[in-house]
């Protein structure tokens, strides 16, 4: 028996009854559940402020259960207002920030990334840092660009300077476990990192 949660303590949880079956011509498997109508109501009420099927709505928080949110509890992430965090970064040295940025490249960033099998692939480590952690960490935005085998990273974010000096650092740093020198310069809320990958990888 699967039941969902109940949301603020609104929505009664309630038995769900999953039917799933495929067509021959679609990938697709064509589910149905049976929920709580409050929660019903709720999903209908996000997809419409959101401008989106509930299909869409409700497909989205799934894979978002199935690639992060199993796993965060696990790897002890929490939730933190941006702010916060760029207020009490306000009161490190350059120095200290970026001792920091290299104890949490080598304990965290190194721990979620061995998680997602990444490492020592750098490919995989690219993609997870793309569709993972700042699809859903939300510090920042990571692009990746490829052209031929010079790698260029633009990671933008909106919380200051000093920050840049974090990312940067943390950057070089699990770039560094890989053997990769990163060329790296700051631009306010952006960082852009450059190297040159000693085979060709595939854009993530």
Request: net charge neutral; glycine share 6%.
């Amino acid at each position: 028996m699967i039941r969902f949660g109940d949301t603020f303590g609104l929505i009664e949880p309630g038995p769900v009854i999953a039917v799933a079956t495929t067509t021959p011509k679609s990938p697709n498997i064509i589910r149905t559940i049976r929920i709580p109508e409050a929660l019903d109501k709720a999903i209908r009420k996000a997809s419409e402020q959101r401008s989106e099927s509930v299909n869409a709505l409700v497909e989205a928080c799934l894979i978002r259960f199935v690639e992060w949110d199993q796993f965060a509890e696990e790897l002890d992430y929490g939730m933190v207002r941006k702010p916060f965090l760029a207020k009490g970064m306000e009161y490190l040295t350059e120095n200290e920030i970026r001792e920091f940025a290299r104890w949490s490249a080598m304990e965290l960033g190194s721990e979620t990334l061995r998680f997602y099998n990444a490492y020592p692939k750098l490919d995989a480590v690219l993609h997870t840092y793309e569709s993972v952690i700042s699809k859903y960490g939300r510090l920042y935005t990571f692009h990746h660009e490829v052209e031929g085998k010079t790698h260029t990273i633009l990671l933008s974010h909106r919380m200051g300077k000093n920050w840049s000096i974090f990312f940067e650092e943390n950057l070089k740093t699990i770039f560094g476990r890989l053997g990769i020198d990163l060329e790296t310069e700051i631009s306010g809320n952006l960082v852009r990192a450059r190297f040159v990958a000693k085979s060709q990888v595939s854009t993530p």
